[in-house]
């Protein structure tokens, strides 16, 4: 499955964006999908994942209560609705996709998408 990534951005902080992740190749309602973000020198981290289904979804403790997972499988699209922002949410932000469960480590998922950047300033 090929994997695009788009909605990132610069934006105050306090303020939202919404990243999507368009899907295409492969049966998309079959994957786990997740989102991942990576700043610069850091290593990449797990930010928000959601079942096949959209009936679980879970978020790394940095962004629970700011940030929402969704998919709507019709579209083939993963969207991150990401509110209240932060400096420290500053990051390349890549969405993947696991065939097998949904996870929240990064070597778990079989595919990349190439990453948008989120910038948020103070």
């Known amino acids: 499955v090929q994997l695009q990534a788009s909605g990132g951005g610069l934006v105050q902080a306090g303020g939202s964006l919404r990243l999507s992740c368009a899907a295409s190749?492969?049966?998309?309602?079959?994957?786990?999908m997740g989102w991942f973000r990576q700043g610069t020198g850091k290593e990449r981290e797990f930010v928000a994942a959601?079942?096949?289904?959209?009936?679980?979804?879970y978020y790394a403790d940095s962004v629970k209560g700011r940030f929402t997972i969704s998919r709507d499988n019709a579209k083939n699209t993963v969207y991150l609705q990401m509110n209240s922002l932060k400096p420290e949410d500053t990051a390349v932000y890549y969405c993947?996709?696991?065939?097998?469960?949904?996870?929240?480590?990064?070597?778990?998922?079989?595919?990349w998408g190439q990453g948008t950047q989120v910038t948020v300033s103070s």
């Open positions: 993947a996709a696991d065939e097998k469960r949904v996870a929240q480590y990064s070597s778990a998922y079989d595919y």
């Open positions: 190749g492969r049966t998309f309602s079959s994957f786990a």
């Open positions: 959601i079942t096949w289904s959209g009936g679980s979804t």
